[in-house]
C-alpha cells in the first residue's frame, strides 16, 4: 500500500486559514497527481483541487480564490492552504494520489482530516 499522511486540519472560525499537508511514504513509485478531496457525512466525496507533476493545478469552483494547492516532488508531498475559510468547507479532507505501477495508473487516499469552519 501506499501511505498518506495528512496533517493541519482543525477548527477554525469563518474567514480564518488552514494549512493541509500530505506525505507520501512509498518513493519507489511514480506519483502523478497529486490533490486534496472532501466529504461531509452524508455527501459524495468531491474534488477540492489537485496539481500535476508538471505543476497544473484545477480546484473546484467553490474554492477557487481562496485555496491554493502545491507539491513538492522531492519530498513527495502536497499541501493546501486554505484561506476565506467558510462553514460549508468543512469536511473531512483526503488526500489523493494517483501513481504508476507496473504502467497501471492507480490511486490510493490518506484516512483524511477532519476541518471544522464555525462561529
Known amino acids: 500500500q501506499v501511505q498518506l499522511a495528512e496533517s493541519g486540519g482543525g477548527v477554525v472560525q469563518p474567514g480564518g486559514s488552514l494549512r493541509l499537508s500530505c506525505a507520501a511514504s512509498?518513493?519507489?513509485?511514480?506519483?502523478?497527481?497529486m490533490g486534496w478531496h472532501r466529504q461531509a457525512p452524508g455527501n459524495e466525496r468531491e474534488l477540492v483541487a489537485r496539481i500535476s507533476s508538471g505543476g497544473n493545478t484545477l480546484y473546484a469552483d467553490s474554492v477557487k480564490g481562496r485555496f491554493t494547492i502545491s507539491r513538492d516532488n522531492a519530498k513527495n508531498t502536497v499541501a493546501l492552504q486554505m484561506n476565506s475559510l467558510k462553514p460549508e468547507d468543512t469536511a473531512v479532507y483526503y488526500c489523493y494520489v494517483t501513481v504508476v505501477e507496473t504502467g497501471v495508473l492507480n490511486g490510493y487516499w490518506g484516512q483524511g482530516t477532519q476541518v471544522t469552519v464555525s462561529s
Open positions: 512509498v518513493n519507489i513509485f511514480r506519483i502523478n497527481g
